[in-house]
């Protein structure tokens, strides 16, 4: 069972600018819990963090980054040592860029790899039929997949760690409607096997119906989460005015071009 809690995340990056040094904000403050069972959508416009939040959880920033805030997975803080035995086991990412895969290996070696890290034996064509893939691409590598492809042998890399806690990131970017549901089919049928979910994405529309619950990032910083079925209507059983500018922007419901969310 996983359960990710994170605590007023936080990531800034160091660089030089001319002779000075600066400090940029990346990420201003992040609150959210990701509980067992379920698909916690964390959504905003783009820019806003959300990628960062997920790579200073698994440790992937680069040098320049400065991360504060506490994050613990099933209570326990996941401090370097920790992280070293979670990730790929208990911790996986499905990142945004497809750029993540070997360029050298065949996909079905990589979701083989991908399973031993996380010490089990990965069934390739299962693994691939899971996210809509066909068989036959086990044998291809990434040159020759598609861009859409691609992204869903990285969810399977993912799922085939057998992680319990899953960060999905942007995992439908790029994907035509019938391959965007199979991917949050997948990610919602891992959260039904008691995994705990985080979808990241800046489509709201899309997230609401795989999520239990959403938080939106705004302008540097987390709102209070929001029951997924609470983004319908005028958008009154939303607890946050700030959600409910998010809901009220979504194309939807009228949203015109050249509006701004919290203007
Ligand atoms: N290595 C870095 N050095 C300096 N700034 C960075 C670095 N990586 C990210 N940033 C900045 O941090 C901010 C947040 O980036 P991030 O990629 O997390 O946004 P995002 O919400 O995931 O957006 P998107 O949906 O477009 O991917 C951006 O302003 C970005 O330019």
């Given at each position: 069972m996983g359960h990710l809690a994170i605590r007023d995340l936080g990531v800034e990056?160091?660089?030089?600018?001319?002779?000075?040094?600066?400090?940029?904000?990346?990420?201003?403050?992040?609150?959210l819990e990701v509980r067992p069972g379920e698909v916690l959508a964390l959504v905003g416009a783009s820019g806003g963090g959300k990628s960062l939040l997920a790579h200073a959880v698994l440790g992937l920033l680069p040098p320049n980054a400065r991360v504060r805030g506490?994050?613990?997975?099933?209570?326990?803080?996941?401090?370097?040592?920790?992280l070293r035995g979670a990730r790929g086991r208990r911790l996986a990412l499905v990142p945004q860029s497809p750029t993540h895969l070997d360029p050298l290996a065949p996909v079905g070696r990589q979701l083989a790899w991908a399973g031993r890290r996380g010490g089990r034996a990965v069934d390739v064509g299962f693994a691939l039929a899971a996210v809509g893939l066909p068989a036959a691409s086990a044998a291809l590598r990434p040159a020759e997949l598609s861009g859409g492809m691609a992204r869903r042998a990285l969810l399977a890399a993912a799922l085939g760690t057998g992680a319990d806690t899953i960060l999905a990131d942007e995992p439908t970017d790029g994907l035509d409607p019938r391959n965007a549901a199979t991917v949050l089919a997948t990610l919602r049928q891992a959260a039904d096997a008691g995994g705990a979910v985080l979808l990241i994405t800046h489509d709201l529309a899309l997230a609401i119906p795989v999520a239990d619950r959403v938080v939106t990032l705004w302008d540097g910083a987390t709102l209070p989460a929001e029951a997924a079925s609470a983004f319908r209507g005028a958008g009154d059983d939303l607890r946050h005015e700030g959600s409910r500018r998010l809901w009220q922007a979504v194309p939807q419901n009228g949203f015109q071009a050249g509006e701004r969310v919290g203007a």
């Amino acid at each position: 069972m996983g359960h990710l809690a994170i605590r007023d995340l936080g990531v800034e990056f160091r660089r030089r600018a001319g002779l000075r040094r600066e400090t940029v904000v990346g990420l201003g403050s992040a609150t959210l819990e990701v509980r067992p069972g379920e698909v916690l959508a964390l959504v905003g416009a783009s820019g806003g963090g959300k990628s960062l939040l997920a790579h200073a959880v698994l440790g992937l920033l680069p040098p320049n980054a400065r991360v504060r805030g506490e994050v613990r997975l099933d209570g326990q803080p996941l401090d370097e040592a920790a992280l070293r035995g979670a990730r790929g086991r208990r911790l996986a990412l499905v990142p945004q860029s497809p750029t993540h895969l070997d360029p050298l290996a065949p996909v079905g070696r990589q979701l083989a790899w991908a399973g031993r890290r996380g010490g089990r034996a990965v069934d390739v064509g299962f693994a691939l039929a899971a996210v809509g893939l066909p068989a036959a691409s086990a044998a291809l590598r990434p040159a020759e997949l598609s861009g859409g492809m691609a992204r869903r042998a990285l969810l399977a890399a993912a799922l085939g760690t057998g992680a319990d806690t899953i960060l999905a990131d942007e995992p439908t970017d790029g994907l035509d409607p019938r391959n965007a549901a199979t991917v949050l089919a997948t990610l919602r049928q891992a959260a039904d096997a008691g995994g705990a979910v985080l979808l990241i994405t800046h489509d709201l529309a899309l997230a609401i119906p795989v999520a239990d619950r959403v938080v939106t990032l705004w302008d540097g910083a987390t709102l209070p989460a929001e029951a997924a079925s609470a983004f319908r209507g005028a958008g009154d059983d939303l607890r946050h005015e700030g959600s409910r500018r998010l809901w009220q922007a979504v194309p939807q419901n009228g949203f015109q071009a050249g509006e701004r969310v919290g203007a």
